[in-house]
């Protein structure tokens, strides 16, 4: 009847995690709501920045008509002008800054906040890759449907100006290789982004001793 | 001599292993460069199925200690020996089967999921252990019936008052039949009469499922469930006593020397 010394824990199937990280995004609704939606919102911002100046860029597709109308309204020469081009390549450089940081951010607290759980969860045997995976899971949902909205919002309301400014042609404006490649950077360097800033923490606090991460203060 | 049946032979042995064994352990923290002995080559054992008390004011090394026989922890010198296996020994992996299998762990602060609910939080050790949804919703919903909980399985932790959170907790150590019980002040978040009620249950469980415990804590009302008590100051054990050797009158406890 003597108990055996040492087993290994065994590491639990993908499928289980998956169910376990479902879970925890569910118990915790409104705050990985929050989440997703600063990420949403970060992605629209530079989607919107990146398409509209794409847009902008591209202002000699449209038809003669239509250059007409913007050289009369006293648009085009605005939309040729160097400065401005300047000025709206250093808006994309800090619409990408602001979106780095805000999900960094956003990840980086989001998961600090649960340094206790953590710890705990390392108290009930948790393996520190099991730790790993759960928190992955939830950040490639979060990163991919919070990526993914941010991306359509920000290309609809780009569009949408788009139209209001240089009328109907606004679709054709921008050759669909183009779109497909804002879309995946764009899709790659949120989803990355929210991996990456949800990763790091929660790999150091299953690296700690279960006492410090349970002596977390947030 | 009476002959003995191999079963109380066998009882026997158990008894007289030891089920945790510390061997000269140093933990030593820094301040800034001050170096704080928290424990300081401390010797300390505890039979399979005792009941101990680790005890002592604040600062005098408990919850360390609690902390490096419960792994943890890691001492900066000496050994921690769970069932003669030195745990410093143990791979992360093995490290990990001992927390979901052999221990359970009762904290001051109950560290409970506080957005799940009481049923979430006593499954999840079992589903770390790989029972199937299934049956650790049905084990966890009898622990919790046995610690008095059955009408509140969904409630979650901010629903629930302090006494209820730890009785959640004490449900959820017990999760996977461990061998042991750790608790780190069981009582210090509750009043009087709740801390009562959990010394009770521990008590209970102690005797019925011939569980282990070790409690690190200062309430004196532990003093009457203990088999024994290890009084603890400036990382060191200053003495040990049997319960027969305590004599506990309304208010303070006395020793009969």
Redesign the interface.
Request: proline share 3%; net charge positive; with cysteine.
């Given at each position: 009847?003597r108990?055996q010394?040492?087993?290994?824990?065994?590491q639990?199937p993908m499928i289980?995690a998956v169910?376990?990280a479902a879970?925890n995004i569910k118990?915790?609704w409104w705050r990985s709501l929050l989440v997703t939606s600063g990420i949403i919102l970060a992605l629209a911002f530079l989607m919107f920045i990146l398409v509209s100046e794409t847009l902008a860029s591209n202002v000699m597709r449209l038809s003669k008509e239509t250059l007409d109308t913007l050289s009369k309204r006293g648009t085009l020469g605005m939309l040729q002008d160097a400065d401005r081009k300047t000025q709206t390549w250093w808006l994309v450089g800090l619409a990408l800054l602001v979106s780095f940081v805000g999900i960094l951010n956003a990840m980086l607290m989001s998961v600090t906040e649960r340094f206790?759980?953590i710890?705990?969860?390392?108290?009930?045997?948790?393996?520190?890759s099991?730790v790993i995976k759960l928190f992955l899971i939830e950040s490639v949902f979060q990163g991919c449907l919070g990526t993914s909205l941010g991306i359509a919002v920000g290309l609809a309301l780009a569009y949408f100006e788009g139209v209001t400014i240089y009328g109907h042609e606004t679709w054709g404006m921008i050759p669909p290789a183009t779109v497909v490649r804002l879309v995946g950077i764009s899709f790659l360097a949120g989803t990355l982004l929210t991996i990456a800033g949800a990763l790091y923490p929660a790999w150091r606090a299953a690296k700690m001793?279960?006492?410090?991460a349970?002596r977390s203060e947030v | 001599m009476a002959e003995q049946t191999a079963q109380e032979i066998e009882n026997q042995e158990l008894l007289a292993t030891h089920i945790v064994r510390a061997v000269k352990v140093r933990r030593t923290y820094y301040l800034g460069d001050e170096p704080l002995h928290a424990l300081a080559g401390i010797d300390f054992s505890v039979r399979r199925g005792e009941y101990v008390s680790i005890m002592g004011p604040s600062g005098s090394g408990k919850t360390t200690l609690f902390n490096m026989i419960g792994g943890l922890d890691k001492p900066n010198e000496g050994q921690v020996f769970i069932d003669e296996v030195n745990i410093a020994a143990l791979s992360s992996y093995e490290l990990a089967w001992l927390r979901c299998h052999k221990i359970g762990y009762i904290f001051q602060t109950f560290n409970l999921i506080p957005v799940a609910s009481a049923l979430d939080n006593v499954m999840t050790p079992m589903l770390f252990a790989g029972m199937t949804q299934a049956d650790a919703q049905e084990k966890a919903a009898g622990l919790l019936d046995k610690v008095g909980l059955g009408d509140r399985l969904f409630h979650k932790p901010v629903q629930m008052s302090g006494g209820q959170q730890q009785r959640v907790a004490v449900a959820r150590a017990l999760a996977n039949d461990p061998a042991i019980l750790l608790a780190d002040e069981p009582t210090g978040n509750l009043d009087i009469k709740t801390g009562h009620r959990i010394i009770e249950l521990l008590r209970e469980i102690n005797e019925t499922e011939r569980v282990t415990v070790v409690t690190a804590t200062h309430d004196h009302k532990m003093l009457s469930v203990s088999d024994r008590i290890a009084w603890i100051r400036d990382g060191l054990v200053d003495r040990m006593q049997n319960r027969d050797e305590l004599e506990i009158e309304e208010g303070r406890a006395s020793v009969i020397d």
């Open positions: 009847m108990e010394g040492a087993e290994r824990q065994v639990l289980k169910k376990i879970k118990v915790r206790r759980e710890g705990t969860m390392k108290c009930l045997g948790a393996l520190d099991l001793q279960p006492v410090d349970m | -």
